[in-house]
């Protein structure tokens, strides 16, 4: 089974442009979650869909949004970006949402904003 | 709330030698489950154990083993053998529902 896919692997925009990033899950998964990883600050979620449909938001502003499309392919889009959206942004799938279920990470996508 | 503390920022290990990863949570769920994923320098994050809430038998995934404190809500990872390729970032996370909530990590650091 092919797993998590991210793309673009790296980005570089500048300050006040908007941004989308895609993640395809491992085939049959239906949710995905988002995540921003910066140094000491661990990883923050961001938000989780599941069939299509936002489940749960982390605290971020509205900047940040995401969809899931019918395949469960899902993307994130920032507009208006900040120097202090540099991260690292993880996707990861998982089958179900709940459970014991562990969550399977893509190799994310490095946006700096210059 | 729930949090997740970290509170060994980095740690080192000599080869071969033993270690033990710290990490507390705080929630008001009796059903949840705990985590602690690897990432490697520059590669993806995996899976290394997870134990489940309901269990009093601490989880074991070869040299990896985990003391489950449930009063406590302490969930520390042991790691037996230490090998160089056990070189990573360690994350331990914490799910009740569909939420996951992670700690900010332990830098692992592996002595040859």
């Known amino acids: 089974k092919a797993g998590v896919t991210q793309t673009p692997r790296y980005l570089i925009k500048t300050r006040g442009q908007q941004v989308t990033l895609s993640c395809s899950p491992i085939s049959g998964h239906r949710s995905v979650s988002w995540y921003q990883q910066t140094p000491g600050q661990g990883l923050q979620f961001l938000f989780e869909?599941?069939?299509?449909?936002?489940?749960n938001k982390g605290n971020f502003p509205g900047r940040f949004s995401g969809r899931q499309f019918s395949n469960s392919r899902s993307e994130m889009n920032v507009s208006t970006l900040e120097l202090g959206d540099s991260a690292l942004y993880l996707c990861a799938s998982s089958s179900r949402t709940g459970g014991r279920d562990e969550q399977y990470f893509g190799p994310g996508t490095r946006l700096t904003v210059t | 709330a729930q949090t997740v503390t970290q509170s060994q920022p980095e740690m080192s290990v000599q080869e071969a030698e033993t270690v033990t990863l710290s990490c507390t949570y705080d929630?008001?769920?009796?059903?949840?489950?705990l985590f602690w994923y690897k990432q490697p320098p520059s590669r993806q994050m995996i899976l290394v154990i997870r134990?489940?809430?309901?269990?009093?038998q601490n989880a074991t995934e070869n040299r990896f083993s985990v003391n489950f404190q449930k009063a406590a809500k302490s969930f520390s990872l042991k790691i037996s053998d230490s090998q160089l390729g056990d070189a990573a970032m360690y994350f331990c996370?914490?799910?009740?529902?569909?939420?996951?909530?992670f700690g900010t990590g332990t830098s692992l650091t592996v002595i040859p």
């Open positions: 929630t008001s769920e009796s059903d949840y489950y």
């Open positions: 134990q489940e809430a309901y269990k009093q």
């Open positions: 869909y599941f069939s299509e449909t936002q489940r």
């Open positions: 996370a914490y799910r009740a529902g569909n939420q996951f909530y």
